[in-house]
């Protein structure tokens, strides 16, 4: 079993989950711009933040034989904090990066008129940067949330195509299908989707004649209670349900593939791992070997 991980925070994440995703079958993952978990106080910590995001963090997960892309943004919460909002000018600097495959995450956290305008000047840069975008639904009033968020997507001129609303589960999954966006699904092991319910979404959708395409099924793993292999338990339960193994590469492999190759920027071939490498004269091995 092969398997992209469409979104998972890499950053808050240990080597020890680098070794279990590898031996998972994870062979590549984006990893979105993400809040801290507390309030950033100056744009400079989103230099710092970004620059490990296109540099330290593709080193890393290099050494585990995993190919790292990241998205680059403001995202919902921090567009609330007059602190950050001067990101939104610096972020050019950064969408013209290699390895960089879409604008996210973007959206809603609280649905206020900040979090609208940062939405819809990150989905004018997508345009201009030929990115697709990456976008947050709000974890409140859901529905309504994804909603505007499609209405916004419209006014900006972005083809359906080239976004992905993520957080999606049983309620909103229909209107983002309907309006042809991708449709984007976080497992947890508590909150938001589970296998099963993965599982009975994707066989809703054969069912009905919609097949599999613009699914993405991600771990959104981050510094919180989260689990890296939660995409791997999917894509068992998948098989379990009676679905093939080219059903599982298709959801796990080949439609984050489609998805973010229309950036022109994925990076899948990963060297072979040296222990000794260095970057920035930094390596992952902790003193001299024995």
């Known amino acids: 079993m092969r398997i992209f991980d469409p979104h998972i925070h890499m950053t808050s994440r240990t080597t020890d989950d680098y070794e279990a995703m590898y031996a998972a079958g994870v062979r590549a993952l984006v990893e979105p711009a993400f809040w801290l978990g507390q309030p950033r106080t100056s744009v400079d910590s989103f230099v710092d933040y970004f620059d490990a995001l296109v540099g330290w963090e593709r080193f890393r997960a290099s050494q585990f034989g995993i190919a790292h892309h990241c998205t680059?943004?403001?995202?919902?919460?921090?567009?609330?904090?007059?602190r950050c909002t001067p990101v939104l000018d610096l972020l050019p600097r950064y969408l013209a990066k290699d390895g960089v495959v879409a604008v996210g995450e973007i959206g809603f956290d609280s649905m206020t008129e900040d979090e609208e305008k940062a939405f819809s000047r990150q989905l004018e840069l997508a345009r201009e940067f030929a990115l697709p975008a990456m976008v947050h639904t709000p974890h409140r009033d859901k529905l309504a949330g994804t909603r505007r968020t499609l209405d916004l997507v419209e006014a900006a001129g972005m083809e359906p195509r080239m976004v992905v609303v993520d957080h999606l589960n049983e309620v909103t999954v229909d209107v983002v299908?309907?309006?042809g966006a991708w449709m984007g699904?976080?497992?947890?092991p508590d909150t938001k989707m589970d296998p099963?319910?993965?599982?009975a979404i994707l066989g809703r959708r054969v069912e009905l004649g919609r097949g599999l395409?613009?699914?993405?099924?991600?771990?959104?793993?981050?510094?919180?209670?989260?689990?890296?292999?939660?995409?791997r338990a999917t894509g068992e339960a998948m098989l379990a349900a009676g679905f093939t193994e080219d059903?599982?590469?298709?959801?796990?492999w080949r439609n984050p593939v489609e998805f973010f190759g229309q950036s022109g920027r994925l990076l899948l071939d990963v060297p072979a791992a040296d222990q000794g490498a260095?970057?920035?004269g930094n390596s992952l091995l902790r003193g001299e070997r024995a």
């Not at 699904?185 to 947890?188: L, R």
């Not at 059903?247 to 796990?252: A, E, K, Y």
Request: hydrophobic share 40%.
């Open 247 to 252: 059903d599982v590469d298709r959801v796990l």
């Open 213 to 231: 395409d613009r699914v993405l099924v991600n771990s959104a793993a981050d510094w919180g209670k989260s689990d890296p292999l939660r995409t």
């Open 72 to 82: 680059i943004a403001l995202n919902p919460k921090e567009a609330n904090d007059p």
């Open 185 to 188: 699904f976080s497992i947890y």
């Open 196 to 199: 099963d319910r993965m599982v």
């Open 278 to 280: 260095t970057f920035a």
């Open 177 to 179: 299908d309907e309006a």
